[in-house]
């Protein structure tokens, strides 16, 4: 494009009052032009990713948007792309029961993943996949500003805490994590739960120890 024909282009968009323009094919988290969840979710859908292009919906996260709770899935499974929403099949349904058990429901909390596309067979997201879109999730984090992360899962736990130690050593144990400033809860992904049914006691003593830290500073308990 020539530069009288760019100068063109601004005019048109500073006659449109667009004031504020991402270029979504640049934008990185690190670069300080994501300030809001909807440019977050801009400068996702283009990352160039092969995952992409075999799922139906982007799933980016659903929730209250000033949660003290954020919790941190995997990546979509089928139902959730078919939806593009996050956890809306069997294992949201056992995550809803926990939730109402401790006097909260998707209306207090907010619900990601580390991938916004389901990789194709639901398989396990790699590394390479989980190495690019980290940064999108420290910043998801940041945006939402909550209390306390509760990963759900391996993946996600080794995700955000960058460690090879498994669930199982994990679980249960306030942990921290660079570049997030909320506590941080490891637990089990719900689909174990429905394989595992014997771990479940488990997982709500989890989120028995989150609703303690939640009720210093909540009022809806
Ligand atoms: N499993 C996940 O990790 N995330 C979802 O959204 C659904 C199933």
Partial sequence: MEKREVAQVLEWFSDMGVSDVLNTDSVKPSSGQITSLSK??????AVDISIKHCATNMVFGMGNEKADILLLGE???AEEDKQGLPFVGQS???LDKVLAA???????????????????GNRTP???????????VLKHISLINPRVVVCLGGTSTKALLQTSD???????RWTSAEGVSAKIMPTFHPAYLLRSPSQ??????DFLIVRE???KVASYF
């Fill in 126 to 136: 790699n590394t390479q996949e989980v190495a690019l879109f980290r940064p999108y």
């Fill in 40 to 45: 977050l979710k801009q400068a996702m859908a």
């Fill in 166 to 172: 498994g669930i199982m050593r994990l679980h249960g």
């Fill in 102 to 120: 401790i006097g909260l429901d998707r209306t207090k909390v907010y619900i990601t993943n580390i991938l916004p596309w389901r990789p194709p």
């Fill in 92 to 94: 949201g349904q056992l």
């Fill in 75 to 77: 990546a979509p499974g």
């Fill in 200 to 205: 479940k006691r488990e997982f709500w003593r």
């Fill in 213 to 215: 830290e939640i009720q």
